[in-house]
């Protein structure tokens, strides 16, 4: 059995099992002197061992190691991504295990490419922070000045903290716990604004990278560590592992290491109650509300079924619910609310019910179906309004996702439970109407174009 000190959980990633572990402890993007001093920080901590979660079928693996290794100080979960729910199922299998490993004095650090899942999927989830996920984008990063000496107790009194460039996912409501974050002086510096979801910013304004002058309470962060118990939950947003991002990671490694509290899990009871279930009472009331809601869908009361979907949404609140029956009806109940919206005319809404419905069930085919139409009528409704098309790429960017997604549900459409000819009507009638879409956007762009030149 390894009595190392720190334990790498890799195998989760969606652009190779092991591709951010690789760059923390390699330097991939290092120059050689850079590699060679992050190789022997890892080196002068005693090593580290590493076992491959593979999307659960580890698991088992990774549960001994934690439970038996009395030397363990720090967890290094590289880039845990979002494939076929696959954060949802690290809570279910590990999550009591690691909550509990860092309340009793372990440290446990999330390097990830896939920031804005693993804030609302696992660390909202399983550690109870107020985090949320915000933007993706390139920028300097710096540390906030009133955390600075917060922030040199984690990293070590001797680190350098120097500003740095790299693209990431950034959080909000991390103010307090926030170790790099945008500065008054951080600019964007990715291509495309729309990176950051900030379509009208200046690169020249201090507000482009929501840090105005002065800078506000709430600004984007990206990386950040809360205390959990007697240990650190902390979270690292640069999507390339950036040299100075993985030096980060060793630097806050080391001072894990350099504890002297008892973390030996041996004895523990674990009680392997999924920490994303919901008790029996609230799940009940769901499932009633839900059954209220289908009966004002059949009677086409659409508002009123939206209401009592809503309702029993609501109960949820952050959770996804335990693997099964609770998160099926989760999707379920945005699935039938999306409809809802779609008999409303209310497509905007019905686009973010069915992607919330798909968030939590990527295989929720009838969800699919609901998105490739509210696609479509939205781009209808825009078409079909007095104004002329002027961005006419936009435009045919939607329709093509549109297409794109009737393409998937064809595909798929003979391996499910639903009737598989009104479900193809459905896909031609929307194919036609695209179609037509596509040549009033078309027309009215050049209409628009030849004014313009006139």
């Not at 896939?114 to 804030?119: A, D, F, P, S, T």
């Not at 020249?204 to 709430?218: C, H, I, M, R, Y």
């Not at 939205?378 to 790429?393: G, R």
């Amino acid at each position: 059995m390894s009595n190392k000190k720190i334990l790498v959980i890799d195998g989760m990633s969606i652009t190779g099992c092991d591709w951010y572990s690789t760059h923390i402890f390699d330097g991939v993007r290092a120059s050689g002197e850079q590699a060679e001093n992050l190789r022997q920080m890892w080196s002068d901590m005693g090593g580290i061992e590493r076992v491959n979660y593979d999307y659960g079928k580890g698991k088992e693996l990774v549960k001994e190691r934690i439970l038996c290794n009395k030397e363990l100080k720090a967890l290094i979960v590289c880039d845990l991504s979002d494939t076929d729910t696959s954060m949802l199922n690290f809570v279910t299998d590990l999550g009591e295990l690691v909550l509990e490993f860092t309340k009793r004095g372990g440290w446990v650090l999330f390097p990830t490419s896939e920031g804005g899942c693993l804030v609302d999927r696992v660390l909202k989830n399983l550690f109870s922070v107020p985090w949320t996920s915000k933007g993706y984008y390139r920028s300097t990063w710096d540390v906030p000045p009133e955390q600075k000496e917060r922030v040199l107790s984690l990293f070590g009194q001797d680190t350098p903290l120097a500003p740095y460039s790299a693209k990431c996912c950034t959080i909000r409501n991390a103010e307090n716990h926030a170790c790099y974050g945008a500065s008054p002086d951080s600019r964007h510096e990715s291509l495309s604004m729309v990176m950051s979801g900030n379509l009208d910013a200046s690169r020249k304004e201090s507000n482009s990278v929501t840090a105005p002058e002065g800078l506000e309470a709430n600004f984007d962060v990206i990386c950040c560590a809360a205390d959990i118990g007697l240990g650190k939950v902390a979270y690292f947003g640069d999507v390339n592992a950036e040299y100075q991002t993985c030096f980060l990671i060793a630097s806050m490694v080391r001072t894990a290491t350099n504890s002297t509290l008892d973390i030996s899990l041996d004895s523990i009871t674990l009680s392997n109650k999924d920490p994303l279930a919901l008790n029996s009472t609230d799940f009940g009331t769901i499932l009633s509300l839900k059954e209220q809601g289908n009966q004002q869908f059949m009677q086409k009361k659409f508002r009123n079924a939206s209401r009592y979907y809503l309702r029993a949404i609501k109960i949820y609140d952050d959770s996804y619910g335990s693997q099964g029956e609770q998160r099926n009806t989760k999707s379920i109940l945005y699935s039938n609310l999306a409809e809802c919206y779609l008999n409303l005319k209310q497509f905007s809404q019905a686009l973010k019910a069915a992607v919330n419905a798909l968030d939590v069930d990527q295989q929720n085919l009838k969800a699919r179906l609901r998105l490739a139409k509210a696609i479509t009528y939205e781009v209808v409704e825009t078409v079909n309004t007095s104004q002329p098309i002027v961005n006419f790429d936009d435009v045919e960017g939607e329709i093509d996702s549109a297409k794109d997604e009737l393409d998937a549900i064809e595909f798929d459409l003979e391996n499910s439970s639903l009737s598989v000819s009104s479900v193809r009507k459905e896909i031609k009638n929307l194919r036609s109407l695209l179609k037509k879409s596509l040549q009033s956007a078309r027309a009215s762009h050049n209409q628009w174009m030849y004014s313009m030149m006139h």
